[in-house]
């Protein structure tokens, strides 16, 4: 008979008390959050300010999203639950240097159920690194995957047929929101889609062609993964099979959209011209847009000199739209999430003013009636004093008068008793001399 195996731990459960934020109370100011700090529910408690409690609220997403991982990265969790223990820390360490704002006793007054309120400035600064740090890390391209897949998986792809057959990327909605979503809230991610449009265009002016290339200004998101331009007396691939200078050299993408045939004259204007030289029109439209205009235009008569351009050139040209976000000084980026951080404060504190307002009118309003009470009260045992101290001089001197008369009474009785025993003392001897002997019978009290 085998021997029944132990349970195994359930190690991909998040703790259900300790470290938890409970659900948004209405009683408690827009944004704020309680925090439970010990394994059982609501022995200590803290109410954390609305951006602290935003950023846990991250937090503890992110602990959960790892635990659902396949395989499960334990250094990541562990960094997320060291962060868990210093807020924990922090708020036990607030617990012991500020007064409770509830303070409930159990029956045994053996412990203590407490409520407190964090400041607003509370802040958990290495869980703000640690959150600055994941932001870097996953803007940040991963080692070994090549430009092209990274672009593909962030870009849509446009095709629109005309007269240069162009390709634009164009950032699609999607790929923007994830861009600006934080790397704190993976849950939403979208698979990146490639739609085509097509757009046959029978006849193509070649002033058209030179406005449309004049247009397409390049992305500044994507101004690392596009390739430099080609020299310029060289027509760019899919022109060169447009125009028939190129035909079948160049592969072509699958899914290619059918090319609109060019009409009869601007193809007989094609023939005219040499077959190595593009048309001077359109050698301007190939030419980007942050070319220096300090050219001089060449003689009407004359082709172009189209010369090589360094590559300095282009990189300078193109520096303008290579700013990135993660490029940025770090003391920039702290400055900025301090004046962030501090503009919150102050609109939160700007419209909460009215329900701080009311609140303290209420509290204010209570303590009034707690005086009014406390007066009453001292009132009624004044006049309670008053009376008991009448009382008390109305039965001290009843006391007396009842002293004063039992004295007299004791005095009297002890007369009487004398006078008696002297009455009879001369009613004996009277009797002795008269010969008769009588004894008389004691006077009895009692009887």
Known sequence: ??????????????????????????RTPAGT???????????????????????YEQLLKLEAYELTKKP???????????????????????????????????????????????PADFRVKEMEKWFRDQQKRGTSLPPGRAPGHEQSGKYVVKQIAGPSNGIRQVPSSS????????????EGSNKP??????????????????????????????????????PLPVLLPFQREY?????GEEPTPAQSPPTA????????????????????????????????????????????????????????SMSEFKTVSWADNNELLDSQFSKYASAAREAQASGKFDEVRVLYLEQIA???????????????????????????????AQRGILDATFQEFEQKQALFQSKVQEALSEANEALTRQGLKRDLEPIHESK
């Open 72 to 118: 499960v990265s334990w250094e990541r969790i562990m960094e997320i639950r060291h962060l868990k223990d210093r807020m924990i820390r922090k708020c036990q360490k607030l617990a012991k240097t500020s007064m409770p704002m509830a303070r409930t006793a159990s029956r045994g007054e053996s412990f203590v159920f407490q409520t407190f309120v964090a």
């Open 193 to 230: 889609k490639q739609t085509l449009f097509h757009k046959p265009l029978p006849v193509i002016q070649p002033s058209r062609l030179v406005q449309s290339e004049r247009r397409a200004i390049p992305h500044p998101g994507i101004s690392e993964a596009v390739m430099s331009p080609l």
């Open 366 to 396: 209570g303590l009034e009636n707690l005086h009014l009470q406390v007066k009453e009260g001292l009132e009624h045992l004044r006049s309670e004093t008053d009376h008991l101290q009448r009382i008390d001089e109305t039965i001290r």
């Open 243 to 247: 125009y028939g200078l190129d035909g």
């Open 261 to 316: 045939q060019p009409s009869a004259q601007f193809a007989a204007q094609l023939t005219t011209s040499p077959s190595a030289e593009p048309p001077a029109n359109l050698a301007e439209a190939s030419r980007p847009d942050t070319a220096p205009n300090n050219m001089d235009p060449p003689p009407p008569t004359q082709r172009p000199v189209l010369g090589r351009r360094p590559s300095c050139i282009k990189r300078n």
């Open 1 to 26: 008979m085998s021997r029944a195996e132990p349970p195994l731990l359930d190690v991909h459960r998040v703790s259900p008390v300790r470290g938890q934020l409970e659900p948004y109370d209405a």
């Open 175 to 186: 790929s923007r929101n994830q861009m600006q979503r934080s790397i704190t809230n993976p």
């Open 33 to 55: 959050r309680y925090i439970q700090t010990t394994d059982t529910p609501d022995e200590l408690k803290i109410l954390l300010p609305p951006n602290t409690a935003t950023m």
